[in-house]
């Protein structure tokens, strides 16, 4: 069974700073690329960035040379670096991987206070 199970969030406030960790399992998971996804009330689920397996990432505009992107593939886990938080950037952060039919996970939810 795959799942992703992700912790890290939090309450910070502007300018702040929150390390996002998801761990993944059932998946050979150096294999997939990993992405970080993150959605508000009545939106729809945004990819923030994502790793391939070399390591290349790619970021969504609004979040370029604020968040980082990493991957441990000894541990399974996929990390999100967020530096410079802004009040725009409240939201559940999911994580998934690229082309697997699988539940999403419950998600962490980070609120970026004004």
């Known amino acids: 069974q795959v799942q992703f199970v992700e912790s890290g969030g939090g309450l910070v406030q502007t300018g702040g700073s929150l390390r996002l960790s998801c761990a993944a399992s059932?998946?050979?998971?150096?294999?997939?690329?990993m992405g970080w996804y993150r959605q508000t009330p009545g939106n729809q689920r945004e990819l923030v960035a994502d790793?391939?397996?070399?390591?290349?990432?790619r970021y969504v505009l609004s979040v370029k040379g604020r968040f980082t992107i990493s991957r441990d593939n000894n541990n399974h886990t996929v990390y999100l670096q967020m530096n410079s938080l802004k009040p725009e950037d409240t939201a559940v952060y999911y994580c998934?991987?690229?082309?697997?039919?699988?539940?999403w996970g419950r998600g962490t939810q980070v609120t970026v206070s004004s």
């Open positions: 998934h991987a690229g082309g697997v039919p699988a539940s």
């Open positions: 059932g998946i050979i998971f150096s294999a997939y690329a």
């Open positions: 790793i391939d397996p070399g390591s290349n990432t």
